[in-house]
């Protein structure tokens, strides 16, 4: 697996990520495919820019065209300072893989090596069993159930939070040959 910034050639992607009934279930519903273009075109000058870690995740560094799902980490005013969030969706055909898992770690040691972003914050719907186990396998902390806006929706989620610098757990050994 390997990580890549979103490119504005990655809107197919998003759009089979966020304009599907199944992956946006959780988060209120799909997201109408106009403006998609609009959306990868800012994400993709803010990674570049090093403003946020918008991340397309590539199974097979032998097939750089095929994509998993994206992982991100930016920062946003929460009204009482920034607020260090992350997020992922991986597309059906690769779910229990443990790509998802995989990406979301490999985020947060790259925080950790960087020492920025501070204490990251995950917030996946309450019924997002796959992500919720994400949270508690990489190392965060489950804080709270409370209600967020995502794209003008309001969404029942599990706030969880980890310090990449001090609680990320240690990855998996692989078996030995």
Known sequence: MRLRDVTPDDVDA??????DPDMMAGLGGPLPPEGMADRVARDAEQAAAGLA???MIV??????GVVAGTVALWSHDAGDGPFSEIGWMVLPE????????RAVRAVL???RDAD????VHALPATDNAASNGIC???GFRFRERLDVTFAGRTIRSDHWTIDP???????PREPAA
């Open 53 to 55: 870690w918008y991340k």
């Open 94 to 101: 690769f779910q229990g893989r443990g790509l998802g898992k």
């Open 116 to 119: 920025r972003w501070g204490l």
């Open 14 to 19: 998003y759009v089979r990520m966020r304009c």
């Open 109 to 111: 040691e790259q925080a």
């Open 59 to 64: 199974p097979d560094p032998g097939s750089p």
């Open 165 to 171: 610098r001090t609680e990320l757990t240690a990855a």
């Open 136 to 138: 508690r396998s990489v």
